[in-house]
């Protein structure tokens, strides 16, 4: 065989494994999001007392992250949420995500945001077993979001903060579009729902899912 | 202009003119279900009292479909829902339609089906001012559906029971496929969401929306 022959057929070859493993990258799995609450210090110490430490429950599929064995309530103007689970580790503000749904329950109207953009978003109350917290601020639905770690946005030719499609299959199912895309090191692949719209196309936790761009 | 020149042009413009009506048939009303409550006569009669009617509140955008001032209590092992609206005219069978997000505040899996289709469906306890009636099945999660006129229909291209998509746009923009296609003389172009689906689009009773097939 001729160098150059040689040549084009590692380079064909190349290009059709990186084919198949993008069409393997574009699914991933879902994690479907119940209201949840994160805390920064300042509040954890007046919900569940000074110097309290989250209790580990499980683990979620995000490396570090975790559920706790701590929960508090939420309260709006028209209701209360009990039981919200509080999820680890601390944050530097905290931040209650609810759904549309629990937004009725509440009488709150949480914007839809990005996770970490809270200015101007709806206030509630947290309890907890040793005080209460009024915030301003702090209570978003969830923007819908993608999870990738940098090589397999680099596989996809996918950016940090771009916007894509996620296909779901099914009864109820649906290409959702405006999902976040977020890349870090720290991740791993993994698409990010709320229940509302988990509901609405009839999906759950675990189920694969596709991306389309 | 020969007779044939005159012909084609008849023939242009009229396919022009279909085209531009059809792109614009596309285009219907979103209608947002909340929670409610169709009744047969024998439990009207149950819930409300004996040859008791329903009292006509604010018509709904289907001719002669109305919600009713009457409201009752829906129970489930788990929970309840007050102050669920029924709907009128009376139908020969009892249909409870809640969204799967109800579906956890009552502690039942309401399945995802057309309406009318009711058989094995969940089962639930209706309470009103007069009495209560155990359902063994009736509540139902509605498919989701566009209603059309026959013209609407016939212009689109569309058969009754054909399944297409919708297409809804903003911040949490959808493309929701699955939607059954309903054709009747006394229909008039709408498509109907429940609420978790609503929700999860960021879309509102009233929006417009775009068939896709």
Redesign the interface.
């Known amino acids: 065989m001729s160098d150059a022959s040689e040549r084009l057929l590692v380079k064909t070859l190349a290009q059709a494994v990186i084919k198949e493993l993008s069409k393997k990258a574009r699914s991933v799995a879902l994690g479907v999001s119940n209201r949840h609450v994160h805390l920064c210090r300042a509040d954890m110490d007046a919900l569940f007392g000074e110097g309290s430490e989250l209790t580990f429950r499980n683990a979620l599929r995000q490396p570090g992250q975790f559920a706790a064995e701590e929960t508090l309530t939420v309260r709006g103007p028209k209701g209360e949420l009990k039981k919200v689970r509080v999820l680890g580790p601390l944050r530097s503000e905290t931040q209650a995500e609810v759904?549309?749904?629990d937004g009725y329950a509440l009488g709150i109207k949480p914007p839809?945001r990005d996770s970490g953009n809270i200015v101007g978003s709806a206030g509630v109350t947290l309890i907890g077993p040793r005080g209460e917290v009024q915030k301003a601020q702090g209570a978003i639905a969830a923007?819908?979001h993608v999870h990738l770690d940098p090589h397999s946005a680099a596989l996809l030719g996918l950016q940090d903060k771009q916007r894509i499609s996620l296909e779901l299959g099914g009864?109820?199912?649906?290409?959702?579009?405006?999902v976040l895309v977020r890349v870090s090191p720290g991740f791993l692949p993994e698409a990010h729902?709320?229940?509302?719209?988990a509901?609405?196309?009839?999906a759950k936790n675990g189920d694969i899912v596709r991306l389309v761009f």
């Open positions: 759904s549309i749904s839809v923007m819908r009864k109820r199912g649906a290409v959702l579009n405006n729902l709320d229940l509302d719209e509901n609405a196309a009839g």
